[in-house]
């Protein structure tokens, strides 16, 4: 059974980068895709973005300028850096297995930006 | 992009009876590559089905998925007591962006 924790600060300064972990167990990431994405209050969840084991990655055109998504193989974690962060990226982030369609989701973890 | 659309927004009904969840699109979705997802509070989202009507691995039989298009259907034939939840639509074929339904709400 694979399980997947969102991990990261609560609270984002505006102008500042939020960082996320996304930490895997129960399976290798190295051989799949895996998926952020997120739900700004009372709105409907937004696709981020996946990145494959390999590094390869493909961006929600509209947050691309300011996003990277990263693996770290040795510690099985996904990471996402969002720079430049206003209010409108306070949402609960997820992260998820697989690229298309997603059969393993974490719980989430809320950020707020503000100052 | 293409902009999913669920209906009803809420969906009051009883255990035993049936659920008809609806998810239309702005524009066709290749190859139907849509799925749904049940979401509790607190918990972490669940795929039920994807590709439209392929039931993931331990999925009941109860939920169905169906359609082609633009319009696609959840449905639920009978309604246990842990069904209540939001259900959520994702389109996967209308690259390169993927997009979500608003949810429906199934309450009891």
């Known amino acids: 059974q694979v399980h997947l924790h969102e991990s990261g600060p609560g609270l984002v300064r505006p102008s500042e980068t939020l960082s996320l972990t996304c930490t895997v167990s129960?399976?290798?990431?190295?051989?799949?895709?895996w998926t952020w994405i997120r739900q700004p209050p009372g709105e409907r969840l937004e696709w981020i973005g996946y990145i494959h084991g390999n590094g390869a990655t493909n961006y929600n055109s509209s947050l691309a300028s300011r996003i990277t998504l990263s693996l770290d193989t040795s510690k099985n974690q996904i990471s996402l850096s969002l720079r430049s962060v206003t209010a409108a990226d306070t949402a609960l982030y997820f992260c998820?297995?697989?690229?298309?369609?997603?059969?393993?989701w974490g719980q989430g973890t809320l950020v707020t930006v503000s100052s | 992009e293409i902009v999913l659309t669920q209906s009803p927004g809420t969906l009051s009904l009883s255990p035993g009876e049936r659920a008809t969840l609806s998810c239309r699109a702005s524009q066709t979705i290749n190859s139907n590559y849509l799925a749904w997802y049940q979401h509790k509070p607190g918990q972490a989202p669940r795929l039920l089905i994807y590709d439209t009507s392929r039931r993931r691995t331990g999925i009941p039989d109860r939920f169905s998925g169906s359609g082609s298009g633009t319009d696609f259907t959840l449905t639920i034939s009978r309604l246990e007591p842990e069904d209540f939840a939001v259900y959520y639509c994702q389109q996967y074929g209308g690259s390169p962006v993927q997009s979500f339904g608003q949810g429906t709400k199934l309450e009891i």
């Open positions: 998820a297995k697989g690229g298309w369609s997603m059969d393993y």
């Open positions: 129960g399976g290798s990431i190295n051989n799949f895709y």
